[in-house]
């Protein structure tokens, strides 16, 4: 069986009880045969847990709290000012942005990808 997570083509027979499971022991990943992971609903990426509401990280409370990650503190992240090609001042959102608009990015890189 192959692991979803991260690829490698074998997994180890972890089962317990009547409840058939198969642990990657190269990333960790279980996966419970009878109990599909529900995708599109609000699931824990980590653990599969149910969640109450949508987060950037895609993480539970329980996970986000383990981890030690504080949501408060990622939700209004900026990384400083910056000057476009075109000379309009924005607020980075990312710490790669370097346009502050998919507009600009195209008049400024369309040229360069034609040429290529």
């Not at 045969?33 to 990280?57: F, I, K, T």
Request: hydrophobic content about 30%.
């Amino acid at each position: 069986m192959v692991c979803e997570k991260c690829g490698f083509g074998q997994m180890i027979d972890d089962s317990y009880f009547d409840i058939k499971v198969y642990k990657c022991w190269v990333c960790g990943n279980r996966r419970y045969v009878d109990y599909p992971r529900r995708w599109g609903s609000l699931v824990c990426a980590r653990c599969g847990n149910d969640m109450n509401e949508e987060n950037e990280l895609g993480y539970c409370d329980s996970c986000l709290k383990l981890l030690n990650i504080h949501m408060g503190r990622l939700k209004g992240r900026t990384y400083g000012e910056s000057v476009c090609k075109c000379g309009t001042v924005f607020v980075r959102k990312s710490p790669t942005q370097m346009f502050h608009s998919k507009d600009c990015r195209r008049r400024a890189l369309g040229p360069m990808q034609q040429t290529l």
